[in-house]
Structures are given as structure tokens and as C-alpha cells.
């Protein structure tokens, strides 16, 4: 679930976080949370700061615990929404393949997201097991991040994508450091052949700083 908001006036980032916290808080001695992962984004590379200046994210492990969520949430949480600091600008459900996740605890991270394509034929999962090969031997070269293939579903605006492609560090300063990596050292290996012969194009690249909520 992505929840894409703008700041009310007189309100700033401080107070979506410790809005969030209270969530967070709130849905602590539910079990229907327990798999719950929220997860607050800030956009910095961006082609569209005016839009929007947040982006809450709910990761579950499937959509009968979304929903089961999302059931309890519009019947009990109409308090706590009333004090959101945001307005939303878009609400938008997927469905996601994790490729990768990065080895340590998450800090302050950062993540890029870039809308892509297939070439004809190709199917998705094709492209998911090229990711994975490419992902398993970046690895061995020093590489630590996460990916993702994200569907859009309800709310996703109109485009000339298939996927949106994600890709995050653990830290800000991890994901400039394997842009460096992967040219140095991954670009035009067999595996970065591999997955490049499956995809079209991506493009709309844009950056946001993650903070982890639980």
C-alpha cells in the first residue's frame, strides 16, 4: 500500500513521523499487525517536489492480511486518521517480487524507483529469475542491495510501464556506493547481459530517503 500525501500547512516531516509512531503505537497489541511492515518515505531526486512531500508504505505478506488490516482500520482508526498531518494525493495497491534484500539493520536508507518494460514476449517472471541471477552474482562483488519488481494495481496511474523497478541500501550513503560498484565492477557481466536482453527500457528514475517504522 502506497499512501502519497502532501503536507497541510503549518505542518512538516517531524509531524508525519511522530503521526506515524502513534500508528505505529496503535497497532502494537493487534496481532492483525504483527506482519505489518510500515515504512515512511521522504521524495529528494524527484522530477515533481510541488506534488507531493510523503509517501507512507504498508508492506504485507499477502492480500488476505492486508485486507483483514484494512478491515479493522476503516472501522476503528477514524480518530487517529482525523489527526494525520497530510492530505492524500494518491492511494495506490500492488502486489510485489522481492529480488534482494540488503545484509545488516536498516538506518535511514535510501530508494530508487524507475517505471519499466519488457520487451515483446518476454514474460514477467522471465525477468524476475533474470534479476535474481543478476542480484545473486552482484553479490559477489561487493554488491548489499534490495530489489523489487512492483505491480501496480488500484489507484496506479495510467502509463507506459509494466513493472516499476525498485531499488534501495540500507543507508543513504550505500546506494551511492554501489552506482559506483556496479560500474566498476558488475556492468557487462554475463548476468547484467542476461537481464538487459530481457528489458525494453525504464525510465522516470526518482530517489527518496526511507526511515523504517518497525
Not at 494518491?90 to 536498516?106: K, L
Not at 560498484?181 to 558488475?186: A, F, L, Q, S
Amino acid at each position: 500500500e502506497y499512501y502519497v500525501g502532501k503536507l497541510k500547512p503549518g505542518k512538516d516531516f517531524a509531524d508525519l513521523v511522530d503521526w506515524s509512531e502513534k500508528l505505529v503505537k496503535w497497532t502494537s497489541d493487534k496481532s492483525i499487525y504483527d506482519n505489518w511492515s510500515p515504512n515512511l518515505f521522504s521524495p529528494y531526486f524527484n522530477s515533481d517536489l510541488q506534488n507531493h512531500d510523503s509517501v507512507f508504505l504498508g508492506i504485507w505478506p499477502n492480500a488476505t492480511e492486508q485486507y483483514i488490516g484494512l478491515d479493522y482500520w476503516v472501522k476503528n482508526g477514524g480518530s487517529l486518521l482525523a489527526k494525520i498531518p497530510t492530505d492524500p494525493i494518491r492511494t495506490i495497491d500492488t502486489w510485489q517480487w522481492p529480488i534482494s534484500s540488503p545484509e545488516g539493520d536498516m538506518e535511514v536508507g535510501a530508494v530508487r524507483f524507475s517505471d519499466c518494460n519488457m520487451k515483446e514476449g518476454i514474460t514477467g517472471r522471465q525477468v524476475f529469475d533474470a534479476y535474481k541471477d543478476f542480484a545473486i552474482a552482484a553479490r559477489s562483488k561487493g554488491d548489499n542491495l534490495g530489489r523489487k519488481m512492483i505491480f501496480p494495481g488500484s489507484g496506479a496511474t495510467v502509463g507506459d510501464y509494466v513493472y516499476v523497478f525498485s531499488l534501495y541500501a540500507r543507508t543513504v550513503a550505500e546506494l551511492g556506493a554501489a552506482s559506483d560498484n556496479y560500474w566498476v565492477n558488475i556492468n557487462g557481466s554475463d548476468e547484467d547481459k542476461a537481464l538487459g536482453e530481457l528489458i525494453d527500457s525504464c525510465s522516470n528514475s526518482r530517489i527518496y530517503i526511507t526511515h523504517q517504522l518497525k
